[in-house]
């Protein structure tokens, strides 16, 4: 089911006015009509995948290659958010499942017009999106790079279809972002023709032909408009959540589907052909966009950066660290480190520490999260230093809210950017101490490994926070299961109404690291080294810290010599 229809590209500014014809031929440069009937063509979309509730709270978890939940039937993609617990093999965490569709690696775009023709399910609880995001990341994580809604539309508010742009200094948190919205009565029994057309200009929303916003370029810095980078497609229904799930989810309404007759994408004439790693293959059929030797695919999963060959910027290029086994997303974590956590003075901002909180009933039962990294809030808005190396940890209060919270500050690393194995051991250190105004908050360190499902599997353990200061070792072998995720942090869990801190400091994470350096025992990441090199610091070897010369060297075991000498670089 294809309709032909005349479109017109458009110049004017007017909220819903009429629009004019631009003396400029499109050029269709990218297309998906959903001809073949099956899973979504694999040569077009990828899948995110998993139920972290997406830094909106959202309830659903969303899979991968699951006709239920995506499939292409009779000339249209179906994305159909199903009620049923997930996963089937174990004890659900999730009461719903559905998919989020992107064009990433396959369709990236610098300018052009994006169509989209759709119809839209219906019902309380229902947050469908068409909306693009950063392929590059630019600028740094959400809000910085950028954010396009062509098309946002929650069921409960039937017919009201938004449009909307989001960046640094102008975003859903500051309440001064361009955004617009329209009554369209038959959203859910009719398609209509969802559209931006985006120029160094600015861009333009249509509904139909008819403009439904006009977001001029203001010329001045990316903190206002980091729309000057590629963006990629992103189709999705989401269930419940802070917005979607604002008057209850209605459980009796599914399954509830958007419909996706076709995506069509233009060139105006200012389309900037993508080809990043200039080998004459463009992006968009370049299974390797930036050159690194890891394909598109397999930075997705990574989480890396598929138009940068070192995502974390330390010198070593993305595929380099996969084979020696460090991580391409952190700086501190290359070949011949075993550091695993990085900017634990939080100078860096928020990134890349999470905060996430759970939010549990009386019976212990999770009913809802929301969490730093989807810019409902930032670290810092949790966490401040209290002295040079100090710092404090809050949870937050609610009143006069009844329920249970559960706050976890963390950094977090994707086994396959580590390329974990069985036997790996992991260790996570510090020195901490906790106060509550309640008996029954739950106060910990911790070291968890999350498998497919995001359950907390065996290895994961735990170390209690009292009012004391300790410092704490923390250390797990990893066992034969697959993991998914490994994260190394503190935890704060108790009543909304009441109070808890816990002060940290000297956070360390490592990965098989050494117990002996140079032939001299490790104890807490340090070396005594007598009256040879004092003490020594070696949880980031081969880069060293000197407490006697008060700064880090370059000096890997090799440079020691069995005389005593040794050659070492300042950094």
Do not use: C
């Not at 995110?48 to 969303?62: I, K, L, R, T």
């Not at 996963?87 to 719903?96: A, C, G």
């Not at 329920?403 to 500050?409: Q, S, T, V």
């Not at 950094?411 to 250190?429: A, C, H, N, W």
Request: aromatic content about 12%; glycine content about 10%.
């Amino acid at each position: 089911m294809h309709a032909q229809t005349l479109y017109t590209f458009l110049s004017g500014s007017l909220l819903l006015a009429a629009t004019t014809v631009l003396a400029v031929d499109p050029v269709l440069i990218w297309s998906d009509e959903f001809d073949v009937d099956g899973l979504p063509d694999s040569s077009k979309w990828l899948y995110d995948v998993g139920g972290s509730g997406w830094g909106n709270a959202e309830e659903q978890f969303y899979t991968e290659e699951r006709l239920e939940n995506a499939r292409v039937e009779s000339g249209v993609l179906i994305i159909e958010a199903r009620k049923e617990g997930w996963p089937p093999s174990r004890q659900p965490t999730h009461e719903y499942t559905s998919a989020r569709l992107l064009s990433k690696g396959y369709g990236d775009w610098l300018y052009g017009r994006i169509e989209i023709r759709a119809k839209l399910p219906a019902g309380t609880g229902t947050w469908p999106a068409i909306w693009m995001m950063p392929t590059g990341d630019a600028y740094g994580i959400w809000p910085r790079s950028g954010e396009i809604d062509i098309m946002e539309h929650v069921g409960f508010d039937m017919g009201t279809v938004h449009g909307s742009l989001h960046s640094l200094n102008n975003n859903w948190l500051t309440g001064t972002y361009p955004t617009a919205f329209t009554v369209v009565p038959d959203v859910d029994t009719t398609f209509h023709d969802y559209a931006i057309e985006w120029s160094p200009a600015g861009i333009i929303f249509t509904i139909d032909g008819t403009e439904l916003l006009n977001a001029p370029n203001p010329g001045t810095s990316w903190e206002d408009w980091p729309f000057d980078q590629p963006f990629h497609l992103i189709l999705n229904v989401a269930v419940g959540g802070s917005w979607g799930g604002q008057q209850g989810v209605d459980p009796d309404i599914w399954p509830q589907r958007l419909e996706v007759d076709y995506v069509r994408v233009y060139d105006l004439g200012d389309t900037v052909a993508l080809d990043t790693d200039n080998d004459q293959d463009p992006n968009a059929t370049d299974p390797d966009d930036d050159g690194d030797g890891l394909t598109d695919i397999e930075e997705h999963v990574l989480g890396t950066n598929i138009l940068k060959q070192d995502t974390d910027g330390d010198g070593y290029k993305d595929l380099e660290e996969i084979e020696a086994g460090t991580s391409p997303l952190l700086a501190a974590s290359y070949p011949g480190s075993i550091g695993l956590l990085i900017n634990t003075d939080f100078s860096d901002g928020d990134f890349p520490w999470i905060v996430h909180t759970n939010f549990f009933d009386f019976d212990d039962v999770w009913f809802g999260q929301v969490g730093s990294w989807g810019g409902a809030y930032t670290v810092l808005d949790w966490v401040e230093p209290v002295g040079e190396s100090e710092f404090v940890f809050y949870n937050l209060r609610w009143e006069p809210e009844q329920f249970i919270a559960e706050h976890l500050l963390f950094q977090e690393f994707k086994s396959l950017s580590l390329e974990m194995t069985p036997g790996d051991v992991i260790r996570f250190r510090g020195t901490a101490s906790a106060i509550a105004s309640d008996e029954t908050f739950i106060i910990e360190a911790f070291i968890r490994v999350l498998d497919r499902s995001f359950q907390k599997m065996p290895e994961s353990v735990e170390f209690a926070l009292g009012p004391d200061p300790v410092s704490f070792e923390l250390e797990t072998s990893l066992g034969e299961d697959s993991i998914n995720l490994l994260q190394l942090g503190l935890l704060i869990k108790g009543p909304v109404w009441e109070t808890a801190v816990v002060t940290f400091s000297n956070l360390e994470g490592t990965i098989n690291e050494e117990e002996s350096w140079a032939g001299y025992p490790v104890v807490e990441g340090v070396v005594d080294t007598g009256d040879w090199l004092g003490m020594l610091y070696v949880g980031h070897r081969p880069w060293i810290w000197s407490y006697s010369l008060e700064g880090w060297m370059y000096l890997p075991v090799s440079h020691v010599g069995s005389s005593g000498a040794w050659v070492y670089v300042v950094r």
